[in-house]
C-alpha cells in the first residue's frame, strides 16, 4: 500500500454529520488545528446526501469499521464525537487523524493520511457495520470472535431474573 502520489477516495457523507463535523472541526482548539484541517479538506471534497441516503457500508459517526493498517495489523473501532472517545473500548474519536481519514470511506477503500508524529501511514477499510451495528470483536491473534447477542441477553435477562424485582413504587 503505497500513499505516494495516490488520489483520495471518493467518500460520501451526510448533511447532518457534514454540518456538525464542519461546526466542530472549526471551532476545534490551537491543539488538534492539523487534525481539523484535515477533517476540514475531507468534508469539503466529500459528495453530500439527504440524512438517511448514506449507503450502510459507507463510515459514517457511530459506524463500527475493521481496517488493518499498513503493516498488516488489523484493528476494529468505533467512530465517535470527541467527548465519547474511549481507547479502551475501542471508540475512536474523529478529531484524531485516524478517524478524520476514516469518515466516509467504504470497504476495499484505502487512505494515506498524517499521523500524529507526522509521519505518513496508510490504512485500508475491510468492514463497515452501520451505527447501532456492532461489529463482533477481534482476538488478540486476529480472529473474530463470533458472539450470540441472542444467548447473551438471554443469560443477562436470567441473570436479572435472580436478583429479585427492583423497586416498586408503593
Excluded: C, W
Excluded at 478529531?95 to 498524517?114: D, E, H
Excluded at 475491510?126 to 458472539?147: R, T
Amino acid at each position: 500500500m503505497s500513499g505516494k502520489n495516490r488520489k483520495k477516495p471518493n467518500i460520501v457523507i451526510s448533511q447532518l454529520d457534514h454540518d456538525r463535523l464542519m461546526g466542530l472541526a472549526e471551532d476545534a482548539p490551537e491543539r488538534v488545528a492539523a487534525v481539523a484541517d484535515e477533517l476540514i479538506v475531507e468534508l469539503e471534497r466529500a459528495k453530500i446526501v439527504a440524512v438517511g441516503k448514506v449507503p450502510a457500508h459507507v463510515i459514517q459517526m457511530g459506524s463500527s469499521v475493521e481496517f488493518k493498517t499498513q503493516d498488516g495489523q488489523q484493528r476494529r473501532v468505533t467512530l465517535v464525537y470527541p467527548g465519547e472517545a474511549d481507547i479502551a473500548e475501542g471508540k475512536i474519536s474523529i478529531m484524531t487523524p485516524i478517524g478524520a481519514a476514516l469518515i466516509g470511506l467504504a470497504p476495499g477503500q484505502s487512505i494515506a493520511f498524517a499521523a500524529r508524529d507526522g509521519k505518513m501511514q496508510e490504512l485500508s477499510v475491510v468492514q463497515v457495520s452501520k451505527p447501532g451495528e456492532a461489529l463482533p470483536p477481534v482476538e488478540a491473534d486476529g480472529n473474530v470472535e463470533v458472539v450470540d447477542f441472542a444467548a447473551r441477553k438471554q443469560a443477562s435477562d436470567a441473570a436479572s431474573d435472580d436478583e429479585g424485582p427492583g423497586p416498586s413504587a408503593a
